[in-house]
């Protein structure tokens, strides 16, 4: 009896997965990225798929990943769908980076001994580009060039289980709920893991019933994505040049209780933008973001431009993604547990 079979490339960004499907990408339909989107959420052999890679046996209840697909015009390299345990994402900073470094490795794009190459990417929510930066033959860094982000919401209020909060609703590709750990007697902390995930549930699913996320032209970007939790590391710092180091620790719990190992290409994103509109970063400035297991991106503001009718940014966050895996997958038509489960 045939197995079916699939071939994926396996990153990580900042301790994050991302399961770059080469082989047995189903059918994708649409005009554009968006398009797609939309069209792999109500298509089954599509969410097949996803939960086929992302599942156990073959994932886990964090995994990540993506699909190439084509660009909605010549001005980008390729196009990509986000996914997940619980579906399709809009926007995905992590695995931007994680692209930018696979296109080198898979000659889609010249490596270069000194100097950067810009690989321009079409996601779900618009326009990306991963700038690939290299350094002796090698590549030293990928920075992910966002959407124009901007703070959506100040101090919106939420009860969860552990008290009353005040939330910052940012978009960065995604509409992000931003909230300081510490008043909900939580520490960005693997010991807080289990309560981390259960009250960033509750403060997504609150402020999206109450259509406090509402994407200005787009619905399919509306409702909270995520919940980032944040402290402090040390006090902002202000260098001799005038630049001030602003250095923060986060956790974002996404989809149903996903934890992102990596401090959130996108979430970073959001939180330049918030910062930004409070008057914390500016444009000279550097975000230190670090994530739950120890490691971090630098972000900072690239620009600033106008998004419909708001103020916002154009956010650059800077990391470096590595390989860790070439997989074949098989897929016995006779196993009971196709497509696979969810465990945590």
Excluded at 58 to 84: K, N, Q, S
Excluded at 144 to 168: H, I, K, M, Y
Excluded at 305 to 314: N, Q, S, Y
């Amino acid at each position: 009896m045939a197995l079916e079979r699939f071939v994926t490339e396996d990153y990580h960004t900042g301790g994050e997965p991302f399961r770059i499907v080469v082989e047995g990408t189903p059918p994708l339909r649409g005009a554009t990225v968006a398009d797609r989107r939309a069209y792999a959420e109500s298509a089954a052999d599509v969410q097949r798929v996803r939960a086929l890679l992302c599942s156990e046996p073959r994932g886990h209840a964090d995994m990540y990943g993506c699909f190439v697909t084509e660009p909605d015009d010549p001005g980008a390299r390729f196009g990509v769908l986000f996914w997940h345990k619980d579906g399709f994402s809009t926007a995905c900073g992590h695995g931007t980076i994680a692209l930018g470094r696979w296109a080198v490795d898979t000659g889609r794009v010249e490596r270069l001994d000194e100097d950067t190459r810009e690989v321009v990417i079409d996601v779900p929510s618009g326009r990306v580009t991963a700038r690939v930066r290299f350094a002796g033959g090698d590549i030293e860094d990928v920075t992910f060039v966002s959407v124009p982000s901007w703070l959506q919401a100040r101090e919106v209020p939420v009860r969860t289980a552990r008290g009353e909060t005040r939330a910052d609703i940012a978009y960065g590709g995604a509409m992000y709920a931003v909230v300081p750990a510490a008043g909900l007697g939580l520490r960005v902390d693997p010991a807080d893991y289990g309560e981390l995930i259960a009250t960033g549930r509750q403060i997504r699913d609150t402020l999206t019933a109450a259509g406090a996320a509402q994407h200005p032209a787009d619905d399919r970007l509306s409702g909270i994505y995520g919940t980032i939790f944040t402290e402090q590391v040390t006090p902002p710092v202000r260098g001799a040049d005038g630049t001030v180091r602003v250095h923060e620790r986060n956790v974002t719990v996404f989809a149903d209780g996903e934890v992102d190992r990596s401090p959130c290409g996108s979430g970073t994103a959001a939180r330049v933008a918030q910062l930004a509109d409070r008057g914390l970063l500016g444009a000279r400035d550097v975000l230190v973001h670090d994530s739950i297991v120890g490691s971090s991106f630098r972000a900072r503001i690239a620009g600033r431009t106008t998004a419909f009718g708001r103020a916002a940014v154009v956010p650059e966050v800077t990391g470096t993604a590595y390989p860790v895996a070439r997989s074949e997958f098989f897929i016995d038509p006779r196993d009971p547990l196709i497509p696979g489960f969810v465990l945590r």
